[in-house]
């Protein structure tokens, strides 16, 4: 759930910066900057998490072949 409340973010925070882009706001480069960054962040996250998923599922195929 965390992790795609993230995402959503990042989409919404990337529309913003086309908007300033688009506007040539000087603070577009800033902000994708930071923004790059966060994704990067999110990225790892979302890495971790689908290993946690496999190793979990690991576990419990590995449960589940011992109760047979």
């Known amino acids: 759930m965390r992790t ?4 959503r973010i990042v989409v919404a925070q990337r529309a913003l910066i ?3 882009s688009a ?3 000087p603070a577009a480069a800033d902000a994708e900057a930071a923004l790059s960054t ?3 962040a ?3 996250l979302e890495e971790h998490e689908r290993k946690i998923r496999t190793e979990r599922k690991a576990r419990m195929s590995e449960t589940g072949s ?3």
Request: no cysteine; net charge neutral.
């Open 4 to 7: 795609a409340e993230a995402r």
């Open 18 to 20: 086309e908007r300033l």
């Open 23 to 25: 506007a040539e706001d």
């Open 38 to 40: 966060y994704e990067s």
């Open 42 to 44: 999110l990225r790892h």
């Open 66 to 68: 011992r109760k047979i």
